[in-house]
């Protein structure tokens, strides 16, 4: 990504002019000739000196840190969409896992309810298990109920043994590497000073030597698509396609699994359906 240093200048000019002094703490004065702020007034409650402020407005000047941007959209009440806006403009990609959080939004509760022959859960972008419709609940198990690190799926595949026993023992490295670089491009997005996300990865460094060690490797891989097999132990195997569609905000995340063409899933997943939710014990997600 590139910066548009035009666009930019031109966008802070305009934000700086739609906040008043009062909305900051500042008092109006007499000879005030803007009802907005100062170039000097956002260089100093962003924390940085006025000369580069000012070099920002004029489309020159050095690429801005996403830090110097998060303090410019506190200094100058951005909205959320602002920010993201502002960070896009500097060429940054917006701030991740910041939004839904734990809340999972109508939108995408109610798309869960009007897929009744297709399993479907709502992922964080740190792994955890946040809502599930019906067949996803039957399929892999329930665990939007368990908090903190109980529902996730990458603790749980490192943490609980018993975790991985659904699972083909030939496929377990496959999705341990997996895991883990997905989760280190989240833990990137979300910046080195997200508490939620260093408390995670602290705890999976204690659990074991296999967690630490493919960390170290610092692989990179945004899970998007990929095909897993399922050991049911009512319905026996059953192959997946796993789709993932990325909410807006990136830190949510929605998973589908489809039968894989020529593939006799279709005919297990309608049989799992009729049967209902069966206790088990555990997903890849």
Same mark, same amino acid.
Request: hydrophobic share 40%; net charge neutral.
């Given at each position: 990504?590139?910066?548009d240093?035009?666009?930019?200048?031109? *966008?802070?000019?305009?934000?700086?002019?739609?906040? %008043?002094?009062?909305?900051?703490?500042?008092? !109006?004065g007499?000879?005030?000739?803007?009802?907005?702020?100062?170039?000097?007034?956002?260089?100093?409650?962003?924390?940085?000196?006025?000369?580069?402020?000012?070099?920002?407005?004029?489309?020159?000047?050095?690429?801005? +840190?996403?830090?110097?941007?998060?303090?410019?959209?506190r200094?100058?009440? #951005?909205?959320?969409?602002?920010?993201?806006?502002?960070?896009?403009?500097?060429?940054?990609?917006?701030?991740?896992?910041?939004?839904?959080?734990?809340?999972?939004?109508?939108?995408?509760?109610?798309?869960?309810?009007?897929?009744p022959?297709?399993?479907?859960?709502?992922?964080?972008?740190?792994?955890?298990?946040?809502?599930q419709?019906?067949?996803?609940? +039957?399929?892999?198990?329930?665990?939007?109920?368990?908090?903190?690190?109980?529902?996730?799926?990458?603790? %749980?595949? *490192?943490?609980?043994?018993?975790?991985?026993?659904?699972?083909?023992? !030939?496929?377990?490295?496959?999705?341990?590497?997996?895991?883990?670089?997905?989760?280190?491009?989240?833990?990137?997005?979300?910046?080195?000073?997200?508490?939620?996300?260093?408390?995670?990865?602290?705890?999976?460094?204690?659990?074991?030597?296999? *967690?630490?060690?493919?960390?170290?490797?610092?692989?990179?891989?945004?899970?998007?698509?990929? %095909?897993?097999?399922v050991?049911?132990?009512?319905?026996?195997?059953?192959?997946?396609?796993?789709?993932?569609?990325?909410?807006?905000?990136?830190?949510?995340?929605?998973?589908?699994?489809?039968?894989?063409?020529? +593939?006799?899933?279709?005919?297990? #997943?309608?049989?799992?359906?009729?049967?209902?939710?069966?206790?088990?014990?555990?997903?890849?997600?």
């Open positions: 990504m590139t910066i240093r035009r666009e930019l200048a031109d *966008f802070l000019r305009r934000s700086r002019d739609r906040v %008043r002094p009062s909305d900051v703490g500042l008092a !109006e007499p000879r005030r000739r803007t009802a907005g702020l100062r170039r000097e007034e956002v260089a100093q409650l962003a924390g940085m000196s006025a000369d580069y402020y000012m070099r920002m407005e004029q489309a020159r000047g050095p690429q801005p +840190s996403p830090q110097i941007l998060s303090s410019l959209a200094a100058l009440r #951005l909205s959320d969409d602002e920010r993201d806006h502002l960070h896009l403009l500097a060429g940054h990609r917006p701030p991740a896992g910041r939004v839904g959080g734990d809340q999972v939004g109508a939108g995408l509760l109610h798309l869960l309810d009007q897929l022959g297709t399993a479907a859960q709502v992922l964080g972008d740190l792994g955890d298990v946040l809502a419709n019906d067949l996803a609940r +039957s399929l892999l198990g329930g665990v939007c109920t368990v908090s903190e690190h109980g529902r996730n799926v990458i603790w %749980r595949w *490192f943490a609980d043994p018993a975790a991985r026993g659904a699972y083909p023992p !030939e496929e377990h490295d496959h999705y341990s590497r997996l895991h883990v670089a997905d989760l280190r491009a989240a833990v990137a997005r979300r910046g080195a000073a997200d508490p939620v996300a260093a408390r995670l990865v602290d705890r999976l460094r204690g659990v074991g030597e296999e *967690f630490a060690a493919l960390w170290d490797l610092h692989e990179v891989a945004v899970r998007r698509r990929s %095909r897993m097999r050991v049911h132990p009512v319905v026996g195997p059953v192959d997946l396609d796993c789709q993932v569609l990325l909410a807006q905000e990136e830190d949510q995340r929605l998973v589908l699994f489809t039968p894989p063409p020529g +593939s006799d899933t279709a005919d297990r #997943l309608a049989l799992l359906r009729v049967l209902g939710t069966e206790r088990f014990p555990s997903e890849v997600g």
